[in-house]
Antibody
Framework: EVQLVESGGDLVQPGGSLRLSCAAS????????MNWVRQAPGKGLEWVSY????????YYADSVKGRFTISRDNAKSSLYLQMNSLRDEDTAVYYC?????????????WGQGTLVTVSS | DIQMTQSPSSLSASVGDRVTITCRAS??????LAWYQQKPGKVPKLLIY???TLQSGVPSRFSGSGSGTDFTLTISSLQPEDVAAYYC????????FGQGTKVEIK
């Protein structure tokens, strides 16, 4: 069974940093592109970042470019999101999402999400 | 950036009704369109990709159509368990989601 389990969400002050993790199991992690998608409270979905299966290709949404860094450790079947210079508008549930093989941004499995709250 | 506009933003229909949600892209995206269902308090679930390909395990009452800029998600016979928000998502470029359509039972 495919499982994605996020962790690391917390309450942080504006300007602060946080590192999210996503532990994957039940599939060959190194074969799949992975993404982070977020959802502000009561709002819709927003794509955040993409990392290819090898980690060699990375993309970011304009809203987080220069502040967030995506990475992965295929040996540990884990995905990460380093979040710096956090802003109020980064408050959201952050989901890691697996991509359907052969597609770049079709998300077939989602974790349960981890809540990041940016507030003073 | 491509903008995705869904309509309506919410709807209320009776059990057994045929329900249609539309999604319009601000520029042509071929068939690079997915639909997701998010039940209250739950994680999004992939329903359809490539505009009309049903994800494994999704009931056949769900169907998708369209190409270019105009797309539809149809629920042929609405069931109580279909109460959810539905999102379209383009993946022709950096992915963008529609604002969502909330479906309720009348």
């Amino acid at each position: 069974e495919v499982q994605l389990v996020e962790s690391g969400g917390d309450l942080v002050q504006p300007g602060g940093s946080l590192r999210l993790s996503c532990a994957a199991s039940g599939f060959t992690f190194s074969s799949h592109t992975m993404n982070w998608v977020r959802q502000a409270p009561g709002k819709g979905l927003e794509w955040v970042s993409y990392i290819s299966n090898s980690g060699n290709t990375i993309y970011y949404a304009d809203s987080v470019k220069g502040r967030f860094t995506i990475s992965r450790d295929n040996a540990k079947s884990s995905l990460y999101l380093q979040m710096n210079s956090l802003r109020d508008e980064d408050t959201a549930v952050y989901y890691c999402a697996r991509v359907v093989r052969g597609y770049s941004y079709v998300f077939d499995y989602w974790g349960q999400g981890t809540l990041v709250t940016v507030s003073s | 950036d491509i903008q995705m506009t869904q309509s309506p933003s919410s709807l209320s229909a009776s059990v057994g009704d045929r329900v249609t949600i539309t999604c319009r892209a601000s520029q042509g995206i071929s068939n690079y369109l997915a639909w997701y269902q998010q039940k209250p308090g739950k994680v999004p679930k992939l329903l359809i990709y490539a505009a009309s390909t049903l994800q494994s395990g999704v009931p056949s009452r769900f169907s998708g159509s369209g190409s270019g800029t105009d797309f539809t998600l149809t629920i042929s016979s609405l069931q109580p368990e279909d109460v959810a928000a539905y999102y379209c998502q383009e993946y022709n470029s950096a992915p963008t989601f529609g604002q969502g359509t909330k479906v309720e039972i009348k």
